[in-house]
């Protein structure tokens, strides 16, 4: 799986680009900040009770969820830059033989499996 990690935000000199943009760099620092935090979380998913999962769970869920509306804001952006990033990030998953949409459709179905774990 494609970690946010892997799709690295280029740097450039481009004056009022897509990359400038405070919002844009805020929520790029909100989302890896956050994806890390569940990262090192989720290295104790087997220890955590059954809450303790279903809300680990939908923690998941809402960072996925940002992330593919960030990634949307790449796609429809005129910058240059941005759409690079997009093909960029098209290219690392196609040599995984899998599109965006399917990156994201599978993290749903492994989420939903690990809900429907919860519970049993």
């Known amino acids: 799986m494609v970690t946010i990690e892997d799709i690295g935000i280029p740097s450039h000199s481009q004056a009022m680009s897509f990359f400038e943009s405070e919002i ?11 994806y890390q935090q569940l990262m090192r979380l989720g290295s104790d998913y087997g220890k955590f009770d059954r809450e303790g999962k279903k809300l680990f769970i939908a923690q998941m869920e809402a960072l996925m969820e940002r992330y593919r509306i960030f990634m949307k804001r790449f796609e429809l952006s005129d910058d240059f ?5 997009v093909e960029q990030f098209r290219t ?3 040599q995984l033989g ?3 949409d399917q990156m994201f459709e599978q993290a749903k179905r492994t989420l939903e499996q690990m809900r429907r774990q919860t519970s049993s």
């Open 92 to 94: 690392q998953l196609g």
């Open 81 to 85: 830059q941005a759409r690079m990033t």
């Open 24 to 34: 844009v760099q805020q929520e790029s620092q909100r989302l890896f900040e956050d």
């Open 98 to 100: 899998i599109t965006p």
